[in-house]
């Protein structure tokens, strides 16, 4: 089984512009997660989608959002991009099938650097 | 508020344990994770145990939880140059990650041969 695949692996962008990160989760999950991970602020939730509803979203601000299609896969927008936008932003998806394992399956992250 | 704490840094011997520790502040966490980020790489799965245990065993992986001191532990028997690595403590209300993980800042585990 193919693992979380998210693209683009690597970008730089200007503040003020815009972004859209992509994630395949793993095939037949259902839930996908987004993380950015600084160095200061460590891993923090961003949101999380299932059968394309966000259930649960962390304390972002409106810039950030992000929508999940019928075949799971899922996109994150940043607008109005700041320099502490800077991160790697990872997604992670999950089964969500009743087996109750508690895991999350987390692709290698996008690398956004805002100059 | 939920908080996940972890000491920065870790160094063993090649070959001794490595006994990584995590407090949580969230008395309602039904599930603890140990996850491990290699350079470059997403978060890897190491284990996870439900909050009704007290203890898990995985191959070189053991995991200690004190649920009165909301004390989580991860012991590496026979640590490797290959576990160097960044280990997060992360806990969650609910399996799956519904509701978001939250993640200590991590523990760098640095091996001196």
């Known amino acids: 089984k193919a693992g979380v695949t998210q693209t683009p692996r690597y970008l730089i962008k200007t503040r003020g512009q815009q972004v859209t990160l992509s994630c395949s989760p793993i095939?037949?999950?259902?839930?996908v997660s987004w993380y950015q991970q600084t160095p200061g602020q460590g891993l923090q939730f961003l949101f999380e989608?299932?059968?394309?509803?966000?259930?649960n979203k962390g304390n972002f601000p409106g810039r950030f959002s992000g929508r999940q299609f019928s075949n799971s896969r899922s996109e994150m927008n940043v607008s109005t991009l700041e320099l502490g936008d800077s991160a790697l932003y990872l997604c992670?998806?999950?089964?969500?099938?009743?087996?109750?394992?508690?895991?999350?399956?987390f692709g290698e992250g996008s690398r956004l650097t805002v100059l | 508020g939920e908080d996940v704490e972890q000491s920065l840094f870790l160094s063993v011997r090649e070959g001794d344990s490595s006994v990584i520790n995590c407090t949580y502040t969230?008395?309602?966490?039904?599930?603890l994770y140990w996850y491990k980020q290699e350079p470059g790489a997403g978060l890897q799965l190491l284990t996870y145990?439900?909050?009704?245990?007290d203890m898990k065993q995985d191959q070189r992986l053991t995991v200690l939880l004190n649920k009165k001191d909301k004390h989580l532990s991860l012991r590496i028997a026979d640590t490797q140059t290959g576990d160097s690595a960044i280990y997060f403590c992360?806990?969650?209300?609910?399996?799956?990650?519904?509701?978001?993980?939250?993640f200590g800042k991590g523990t760098h585990l640095i091996i001196q041969p």
């Open positions: 992670a998806s999950s089964p969500m099938d009743g087996s109750n394992t508690g895991e999350l399956f």
């Open positions: 095939s037949g999950h259902r839930s």
């Open positions: 989608y299932f059968s394309e509803t966000q259930r």
């Open positions: 969230d008395s309602s966490s039904t599930y």
């Open positions: 145990i439900f909050s009704n245990m």
């Open positions: 992360a806990e969650s209300l609910s399996g799956g990650g519904a509701d978001g993980l939250t």
